[in-house]
């Protein structure tokens, strides 16, 4: 027979289990951020531990009141999710706001099948599915109205006066709120997925049309825009750094390279700001959608995902791509210049765009991202758990990947110097960059008005054909750079259309 519990004993048990098996990393900013040698500090401590606890209980039990053994239900799937979101805390350094909640529902099975691994399954054993059986093992005994409106508004009453009793701390709370927000468990995940799908449902209102285009001329254009995943600029050597991550592409007469930063550290948001005109906030047509609808040959071939919707005729997955290719680069993102060249030659218009998508460079597995002969930095980390590898076994296997699309992006511009009949370039430009343990994060997806420079600092790589076009030396370069320049490249006449924009010289 279930013990039987008080509804309000049942809420204080349950948030403080919440306490103590979930909010360990928001505890640890806390004191890592806060001078606990001070009144204030030590009292602002005292706050949190208090107002963590009674704000807890005091949500579980309305929560249980009103939805009886559904509640039960609730509580344990918070368990568990608290459980797995706390594991990426710890293991990747992450905070869970409303970008990260889109990374976790923009991924699909082969990304986040990758990030299994034994730890995992201890959190959710020990730390979700272990604590949600103890919740079924007690009957809660329900108190009258009058007894729940009293309790709701004595504590209420309480919540209020611990607040004003920590003014003094408001501007500190406020200055580390999307921290904070991000680390407190349930309430990170459910606030930020509610954010999550306000968002996307404001998103996904049809997409604005721009103003026609024309093209102002005849001549056989290609523009290859090939679009980076989490690679950084500080590990490629063309950028200075000191190992040869680019062996390929410093040998190619006329090559450029900017110094950039992402506008976002996630891909979803880096590609809008890499397709789109400018940033407004609104849904207008990105560059492949406007560029088709105004009569230019569109190709895009992706091995990764997150881009907002394309329409055009010729997109081609992974799926897709896999299905008729033979070799070993069809595991890799070699697979992307299979074919391509025949693609251009049966094209039937001047103008060309290219969009190449890769994933080359996305952890955690990175030693899975490049074919063996590309292992050239050694040893390399084998571990979804990255803080489990030494650092320099986790920057070797990111390095590899780099090296693998110095290869890729080089023998693009070597196909496209053999289509003589064109004049060409090739644009590289990444999403966003990557932590690799520096402060103890990893991966990317920190919101980016506190992202690191890893996270931020990206290669924008570009090339063009013998005697195309001059590029600009001296401006200052971002994602939103790539529309214009495109249009200029190809000789799209636009009303939107800016020239200080586009990376070419007139």
């Given at each position: 027979?279930?013990?039987?519990?008080?509804?309000?004993?049942?809420?204080?048990?349950?948030?403080?289990?919440?306490?103590?098996?979930?909010?360990?990393?928001?505890?640890?900013?806390?004191?890592?951020?806060?001078?606990?040698?001070?009144?204030?500090?030590?009292?602002?401590?005292?706050?949190?531990?208090?107002?963590?606890?009674?704000?807890?209980?005091?949500?579980?039990?309305?929560?249980?009141?009103?939805?009886?053994?559904?509640?039960?239900?609730?509580?344990?799937?918070?368990?568990?999710?608290?459980?797995?979101?706390?594991?990426?805390?710890?293991?990747?350094?992450?905070?869970?706001?409303?970008?990260?909640?889109?990374?976790?529902?923009?991924?699909?099975?082969?990304?986040?099948?990758?990030?299994?691994?034994?730890?995992?399954?201890?959190?959710?054993?020990?730390?979700?599915?272990?604590?949600?059986?103890?919740?079924?093992?007690?009957?809660?005994?329900?108190?009258?109205?009058?007894?729940?409106?009293?309790?709701?508004?004595?504590?209420?009453?309480?919540?209020?006066?611990?607040?004003?009793?920590?003014?003094?701390?408001?501007?500190?709370?406020?200055?580390?709120?999307?921290?904070?927000?991000?680390?407190?468990?349930?309430?990170?995940?459910?606030?930020?997925?509610?954010?999550?799908?306000?968002?996307?449902?404001?998103?996904?209102?049809?997409?604005?049309?721009?103003?026609?285009?024309?093209?102002?001329?005849?001549?056989?254009?290609?523009?290859?825009?090939?679009?980076?995943?989490?690679?950084?600029?500080?590990?490629?050597?063309?950028?200075?750094?000191?190992?040869?991550?680019?062996?390929?592409?410093?040998?190619?007469?006329?090559l450029k390279h900017f110094e950039t930063e992402s506008c976002a550290t996630y891909t979803t948001a880096g590609l809008q700001c890499i397709l789109e005109h400018k940033d407004t906030g609104k849904l207008y047509e990105i560059l492949p959608n406007y560029l088709f609808r105004n009569d230019v040959e569109v190709i895009w071939k992706t091995t990764n995902w997150g881009e907002p919707k394309v329409i055009i005729d010729n997109f081609q997955n992974k799926e897709m791509l896999r299905k008729n290719?033979?070799?070993?680069?069809?595991?890799?993102?070699?697979?992307?210049?299979?074919?391509?060249?025949?693609?251009?030659?049966?094209?039937?218009?001047?103008?060309?765009?290219?969009?190449?998508?890769?994933?080359?460079?996305?952890?955690?597995?990175?030693?899975?991202?490049?074919?063996?002969?590309?292992?050239?930095?050694?040893?390399?980390?084998?571990?979804?758990?990255?803080?489990?590898?030494?650092?320099?076994?986790?920057?070797?296997?990111?390095?590899?990947?780099?090296?693998?699309?110095?290869?890729?992006?080089?023998?693009?511009?070597?196909?496209?110097?053999?289509?003589?009949?064109?004049?060409?370039?090739?644009?590289?430009?990444?999403?966003?960059?990557?932590?690799?343990?520096?402060?103890?994060?990893?991966?990317?997806?920190?919101?980016?008005?506190?992202?690191?420079?890893?996270?931020?600092?990206?290669?924008?790589?570009?090339?063009?054909?013998?005697?195309?076009?001059?590029?600009?030396?001296?401006?200052?370069?971002?994602?939103?750079?790539?529309?214009?320049?495109?249009?200029?490249?190809?000789?799209?006449?636009?009303?939107?259309?800016?020239?200080?924009?586009?990376?070419?010289?007139?």
């Amino acid at each position: 027979m279930p013990k039987q519990l008080k509804l309000k004993s049942y809420a204080l048990l349950a948030s403080l289990v919440n306490l103590v098996l979930y909010q360990y990393p928001f505890f640890k900013f806390v004191l890592s951020n806060n001078n606990l040698k001070s009144t204030s500090g030590i009292m602002l401590l005292i706050s949190l531990i208090v107002a963590s606890i009674i704000l807890n209980a005091f949500v579980f039990y309305i929560g249980l009141y009103l939805l009886r053994n559904v509640g039960k239900w609730l509580l344990a799937i918070f368990f568990n999710i608290s459980a797995i979101a706390v594991y990426f805390i710890n293991t990747y350094g992450i905070i869970i706001d409303r970008t990260m909640i889109g990374n976790v529902f923009n991924t699909n099975y082969e990304e986040s099948s990758s990030f299994f691994s034994f730890g995992l399954v201890l959190y959710v054993l020990f730390l979700g599915l272990l604590p949600s059986f103890f919740l079924f093992k007690f009957k809660i005994i329900r108190p009258k109205l009058k007894s729940f409106l009293i309790h709701t508004g004595v504590t209420l009453l309480f919540l209020g006066v611990l607040v004003f009793a920590n003014s003094t701390n408001w501007l500190w709370i406020d200055k580390n709120s999307k921290t904070l927000g991000g680390l407190v468990m349930p309430w990170s995940y459910v606030v930020n997925t509610s954010r999550y799908y306000s968002h996307i449902n404001k998103k996904n209102k049809k997409q604005i049309l721009l103003p026609d285009a024309t093209i102002k001329d005849d001549e056989k254009s290609i523009a290859v825009l090939v679009i980076g995943e989490s690679a950084r600029s500080e590990n490629f050597s063309l950028y200075g750094y000191d190992k040869n991550t680019n062996p390929l592409l410093s040998q190619i007469e006329g090559l450029k390279h900017f110094e950039t930063e992402s506008c976002a550290t996630y891909t979803t948001a880096g590609l809008q700001c890499i397709l789109e005109h400018k940033d407004t906030g609104k849904l207008y047509e990105i560059l492949p959608n406007y560029l088709f609808r105004n009569d230019v040959e569109v190709i895009w071939k992706t091995t990764n995902w997150g881009e907002p919707k394309v329409i055009i005729d010729n997109f081609q997955n992974k799926e897709m791509l896999r299905k008729n290719c033979e070799g070993p680069d069809c595991e890799y993102d070699g697979i992307l210049l299979k074919g391509l060249k025949d693609e251009i030659l049966a094209s039937k218009k001047n103008k060309i765009l290219v969009v190449l998508h890769t994933s080359t460079s996305h952890g955690p597995t990175y030693f899975e991202k490049y074919p063996k002969q590309f292992e050239k930095f050694t040893p390399v980390c084998k571990s979804v758990e990255l803080a489990n590898c030494t650092q320099e076994e986790l920057i070797n296997a990111y390095n590899n990947t780099i090296l693998y699309t110095d290869f890729i992006v080089a023998n693009l511009i070597d196909d496209l110097k053999q289509l003589k009949e064109y004049k060409s370039t090739m644009i590289f430009i990444s999403d966003h960059g990557e932590s690799l343990g520096e402060k103890g994060l990893y991966m990317h997806g920190i919101p980016a008005s506190l992202a690191p420079k890893e996270q931020l600092e990206i290669p924008f790589i570009v090339w063009t054909s013998d005697n195309s076009r001059n590029i600009k030396e001296n401006q200052g370069h971002s994602q939103h750079n790539i529309f214009h320049s495109v249009l200029d490249f190809l000789a799209i006449d636009s009303p939107i259309y800016e020239q200080d924009m586009s990376i070419f010289k007139n």
